[in-house]
């Protein structure tokens, strides 16, 4: 039964992006390759009193083409987020749920990530409780908060009968509801699962919340662009950021079967806890060298089949030198300095529990075209950080096999392998 569930190969179909740095796939692609920062000054709320007053914002986003008018005030600004996302995914990989027959829809699932859910909408709903402001609440301000109420949003608008689970498992969350998707087909339960991530932090409290922790940067409100720093010397902390980063997965043999562009396959996923501190690494690397190790075993690969690696990166003292430390040790020291790598978050930011969906989206844009992404504010390395992250240009790279990789909070560490397929 082992056996025969991983040799069931399940592929990327579609891909919809709302990202700070570019809403749809092609304005994400461009962007990215470009090096072109989405981080802003905040404007969805009044940051001048607090340390820190930049985050990876989706700016000129129309929620209202998503969520009608009356029905914003009950929902999460994820859902807009989502909704689009995963039309564009749906879309692009030529699928129109709506005219689905009944049977395909039931095997059809949504699984998708989110680190914080509705949080910024709870958030809301007390701020009106505590100033008395009972009329103004939603009606709706119970399941609406409640982080599983995301995906039975997407399985009512577009039809699908599917599961329909929503996994938080913090920065690490849309990695492993990618991997869980995958699984259930490789299971034959489902053939297609809509999944990736989405995420909408950006609120007063939980700015207040991550500054209390002191992680994130309060040295670049006057160049919001220049804020976000993997891997730099000067690094003092994350961006703050959202956004939505959908894909449709489906088994090999049925996206053939249906005449479907086939954007890349998951072909390893690996998972391991370091069993540590609620937010602290481990400073030896261990564990996230060994989620990155059991997805290249899944996949049949050794270091020597790595054409890039995507990173987590997020701009912290500790992170970054850990995730370079694991690098070595899952590549082999030599190895690791001969593989290109980048950071998306240089970019955009940290969107929390999308982020492992985002750097899927980069790593599929790189696949693709070509041509790697650059981790862009890289101008004097740490010198505990001595690998090849491309910095602040991109460069061209034809890639078979990538590595996604992604660090949470708890010590989870989680890591999937993509290959392309010709």
């Known amino acids: 039964m082992r056996e025969h569930i991983l040799t069931r190969r399940c592929v990327i179909t579609g891909m919809g992006v709302v990202s700070p740095n570019g809403t749809g796939a092609d304005a994400f692609e461009h962007a990215v390759l ?14 001048s009193e607090i340390e820190v007053q930049i985050a990876g914002e989706v700016s000129n986003f129309d929620e209202l ?14 859902l807009p987020f989502a909704l689009c996302a995963a039309s564009e995914a749906l879309a692009s990989a030529g699928l129109d749920s709506a005219s689905l027959p009944v049977e395909e829809r ?12 509705s949080q910024e909408f709870t958030e809301e709903q007390y701020r009106l409780y505590f100033h008395g402001q ?14 599983g109420g ?9 039809g699908l009968r599917g599961p329909s689970h929503v996994i938080t498992t913090g920065c690490t969350s849309s990695t492993d509801a990618m991997a869980y998707a995958v699984r259930q087909i490789q299971s034959e339960r489902l053939d297609m699962v809509l999944t990736g991530g989405a995420d909408a932090p950006i609120s007063l409290g939980t700015v207040k919340g991550f500054i209390l922790m002191r992680i994130l940067t309060e040295g670049w409100n006057a160049e919001p662009e220049k804020g976000s720093r ?13 956004g939505a980063w959908m894909f449709v997965v489906e088994e090999y043999e049925h996206a053939r079967a249906r005449g479907a562009t086939i954007l890349a396959e998951v072909c390893g996923y690996g998972s391991t806890c370091e069993a540590f501190h ?40 500790l992170n970054d030198r850990i995730e370079t430390r694991a690098l070595k040790l899952a590549l082999g020291d030599e190895r690791a300095r001969h593989v290109p790598m980048s950071a998306l978050k240089s970019q955009i930011g940290h969107p929390q529990g999308a982020c492992g969906a985002a750097g899927v989206a980069a790593t599929l844009v790189a696949m693709r075209t070509g041509q790697i992404p650059p981790t862009i504010n890289l101008e004097d390395p740490d010198k505990d950080c001595d690998l090849d992250y491309v910095p602040q240009a991109g460069r061209k790279k034809q890639i078979e096999h990538a590595v996604c990789n992604c660090i949470a909070f708890g010590s989870k560490n989680s890591a999937l392998v993509l290959r392309k397929v010709s």
């Open 278 to 317: 609620r937010v602290r690494l481990m400073e030896c690397g261990e564990e996230p060298a060994r989620a990155i190790g059991l997805a290249m075993q899944q996949a049949g690969i050794g270091p020597e089949n790595v054409d890039y690696v995507n990173l987590h990166g997020t701009s912290t003292q």
């Open 34 to 47: 470009e090096g072109r920062s989405g981080v802003k000054r905040i404007s969805r709320f009044d940051s």
């Open 134 to 147: 009972l009329s103004k609440m939603s009606l709706f301000c119970v399941p609406s908060t409640v982080m």
């Open 230 to 242: 993997p891997f730099s010397a000067d690094r003092d902390g994350f961006v703050l950021a959202e």
């Open 150 to 158: 995301i995906s039975s949003e997407l399985n009512v608008r577009f």
């Open 65 to 78: 083409a998503w969520v009608e008018k009356k029905e914003r005030k009950h929902v999460s600004r994820i």
């Open 106 to 117: 039931r095997r059809f699932g949504v699984i998708m990530g989110t680190g914080g859910g």
